[in-house]
């Protein structure tokens, strides 16, 4: 069995590390064309579209909790919790408001 000179081991282990990047770059550099004028436009506002339903639904949702934390505060009669719920239910209402004015304030177009 031939021992190897460790200065070889160490050569060896460059030389694969160098090469292994080297490949990679080469391999990993391709040039992206996109496929039309009007589609990435078009796939921006889907994609806005998207976000602002999806934030609504959950301020609507927010809303909901808010409103049920005020009601067991009624049920309960402790002002602290009722103050809390409402403060809840209206930061809900904003967001959702908020993204249904989105296309008022011309943010995304």
Do not use: P
């Not at 005020?70 to 908020?98: C, P, R, Y």
């Amino acid at each position: 069995m031939k021992l190897i000179n460790h200065k070889t081991a160490k050569c060896a282990k460059l030389f694969t590390a160098l090469f292994t990047i080297a490949v990679m770059t080469s391999i990993c550099t391709v040039t992206a064309f996109a496929d039309g004028a009007g589609t990435s436009e078009a796939a921006y506002q889907s994609t806005i579209t998207f976000f602002i339903t999806w934030i609504r639904r959950i301020g609507m949702m927010v809303a909901f909790v808010g409103a049920i934390m005020f009601a067991l505060a009624i049920k309960n009669n402790d002002s602290e919790q009722k103050q809390n719920g409402l403060i809840t239910m209206v930061a809900g209402f904003v967001v959702a408001a908020l993204c249904a004015a989105s296309s008022m304030f011309d943010l995304f177009t």
